[in-house]
């Protein structure tokens, strides 16, 4: 009985202890609720066939019929390789090179160079994309293009430019490369926070046993930015099934004959639907690529905490 | 243990929220969306023409809304959408437009209005958007970018014979469109929308730069077919150089056979079929399996052989852009009096005479009236009010008038000597603006007083389509139709501008092509389509 008194004092203690902390904590929660779980609602949409008259409730129940049109032709395979694939090539391309942008920007010692550095490396992630596909067709353009022109007729010398918005097969490469130049300057940023919390105690003590810097990186860098890759990459596989809009649809400016390498789900989605209006269409689409992204997290999750468990996020 | 709970929190939530997606919950309390909905039910509807049968002893429960307009009521603001060019504001003169208008509306119908400017290419997602979000809308602007056909199969729009709405409070609006033109307005018994335009006649054709096409010696000829330009872009070819573009397709996106040739489309890249010839045949049929379309695809490979079309396919810049810088020398064009004197109007401001070369003759089309038409929204609070707008808008011309041309003085200033013509200073450009009675309102200068009479003779010498005023419900097909629509998106641009290595790889593209719409369903959709058009005919 006195026991139980005292927890219960304890507790309201603690409860006053931390009031201040769940007070802070209640915007968050607010703009949790009204921005991430009151949207949840309109998830019922994907299973109905939604009337303007009837509205989201009073609409009628169709079932998984809204889900059809994402795989009813071999567009539809198409759209689903190029998205799953994009992606998965990103998430480790992202992190072999923002780790190693990040130690090389690590061990830059001058300021200036250091603040050139990182504010040439940050611009493009700061672009529109609208921006950077007209970047793009400044370099890529069948007769004004600067590859066409200077490059290919230019230097080397040949009669024909390539036709770089015909022909699909180029488009892995350069949609790879305007990915990868516009995003590393954020994921090193992150790897780079990560760097900076490691304690340089433990290269110097490195140093004094005689570690180069190879090893310096694989035993003490590597392993101490491990938690970070893994919960970088768990976050990023949440996308997976989702693709940047304005990097397939602006960039190869919409062109029909690159839909073999450009076409995404979201560019699927957006030209389907464009005639249609179709909001149950569209919620579907957008209700796959969510529980795709999930079972993606999860089991990448459950992955890490059977090799790791304390590296595991949940 | 605590990320076990958090797990488990989280798993929680997302399952109870999939629960409710899932359930039928249709008498679970969702304020909003529920208040979205209570002017399209019954029941609302009930209310509706309660409140209107209320307002006289004229009307009655069973004739629906009141054929009197109550005076002494709550003045209510009817908001009506207009479309207008993306990329202009009107802000600066909206207050005094809607100032004037409701000195008009306030003594003849007790509403103001709210006129809710809206650029073309957003008109489509704020319509459905502001209908989804009960936001304020009664009016809207129904076109071919923001089609009936979707508007209807969607329930966007109020059946306007609801409680006899049309009949007793829109008499005026029919008396000067003509029963015929408002039936167009009619889909699947119900009269989903009313034409904007008394005249909505069309011929297909070109518009050209004949200072351009005079300083090459090249003569085009006033009528003939979309073939007969082969000879004359290559020609002017030969003689101009390359300086100026023959033909420009933009991205390839739109088919431009469409304003070649006068067939009857279903969705604006035919993926519901078309019918080829409507005065001859009603029967619907794949566009692009069609020997038309097989035609027109070599023809453009053959253009882009011989550089006719531009080179760069990517190019975003428009067609009439090239045309007003004197780079381009035609462009297709669905054409009229009012097409026309815009299209000249254009030209002299460009120091480019205009020429025109027809394709067909005047054609009254079910494409033509549904370009613009007036509808109201589904959730719209009071249609009686936004009815009686509609019908003024036909009655008074002062009030078309500025809607039109804006405010005497700021926008526009009567021509000298004259009280019907005037002349517009390019601050107010309401391009997509049909409505009112045309034959009494103003007229922009160079054209003149003969404008009008020239305008009803060509009206007059329209070939009506059989089908005219026949819409497609594509409500069960709608997976089909977004599919056909991406395919098209697709295959159509390479073969509209050209691209394929020669003529045997077109032709073998375009089975490629067919043989994908056919599996996409474009047989299963033109054939509901052609079941519900004989159904229309029969009951014709």
Known sequence: ?314 | MKKKMVSALLAGAMLASLMAGCGNDSGSGDGSTEKQTGSGTEQGSDEQKDSAGGESDAGGEEDGYSAQIDMEEEPYEVAVQLVVLPGTDYSAFEGQIEEAIDAITLPSINCTVDVQYVWINEVADKTSLAIVGDEKIDVVSVMALNPLSSLASQDMLMDMNEGNLLKNRGPVLTEVLGQELVDAGVVNGQQMAVPAQMYSALRKGIYYNKTATDAAGVTIPESGSWKDLDGILHDFAAAAGTDTMGWYLGQGTSTYLYWLVGYERFGTLGQEGVILDPFTDTTIENLYATDLFKDYALKMYQWRKDGILQKDTTDSTSGQDYFNSGKLLALPADLSPETEATYTNLGAANNIEIGYMYFTDPLLTTNAVDEYMWGIASNCERPDKAMDFLNLLYSNTELANILKYGLEGTNYDFAEGSDTIINTNGTYNTAFYRGGDTREMYVVAPADETYISTWEEFEGKAKVSPVLGYIFLDADYQTEVSVIANVINEYMPTLQSGLCASEEATLEYLDEFNAALEAAGMSDVIAANQAQLDAWLAAQ
């Open chain 1, 1 to 314: 009985m006195n026991g139980k008194k005292k927890r219960g004092t304890r507790t309201r203690k603690g409860f006053r202890h931390y009031l201040p902390y769940y007070l802070m904590f209640l915007p968050g929660l607010a703009y949790l609720i009204i921005n991430n779980y009151m949207p949840l609602y309109g998830l019922q949409l994907a299973f109905k066939n939604f009337s303007y008259k009837k509205g989201i409730s009073g609409s009628d129940f169709i079932g998984f019929k809204n889900f059809k049109f994402l795989f009813a032709t071999k567009d539809a395979l198409i759209m689903v390789r190029n998205t799953l694939l994009y992606n998965i090539v990103w998430i480790v391309l992202g992190v072999v090179l923002g780790i190693t942008v990040a130690i090389l920007f690590h061990e830059v010692r001058g300021k200036k160079a250091k603040r050139f550095y990182q504010t040439a490396i940050l611009l493009p992630y700061l672009m529109s994309m609208v921006v950077v596909a007209y970047l793009a067709y400044a370099y890529l353009a069948s007769d004004t293009g600067l590859i066409n022109n200077s490059i290919i007729k230019g230097l080397l010398g040949k009669e024909n430019g390539v036709s770089w918005y015909m022909e699909a097969k180029y488009w892995p490469f350069i949609l790879t490369f305007i990915n990868q130049w516009k995003s590393i300057g954020f994921g090193m940023l992150l790897y780079l926070a990560s760097l900076l919390g490691i304690d340089n105690s433990y290269y110097e003590a490195a140093m004094l046993d005689g570690a180069t810097k190879w090893q310096q990186i694989r035993t003490i860098t590597l392993p101490l930015l491990k938690p970070t890759i893994i919960m970088l990459v768990i976050l990023n596989l949440g996308h997976v099934f989702r693709s940047d809009f304005g990097l397939f649809y602006q960039v190869p400016m919409n062109q029909g004959t690159l839909y073999a390498t450009t076409q995404t789900i979201d560019t699927y989605v957006y030209r389907a639907l464009m005639q249609t209006n179709n909001m149950g269409m569209s919620a579907a689409a957008s209700f796959l690529q969510s529980v795709v992204g999930f079972i993606f997290i999860v089991s990448a999750n459950a992955i890490v905490r059977k090799l790791d468990k304390n590296s595991s996020l949940f």
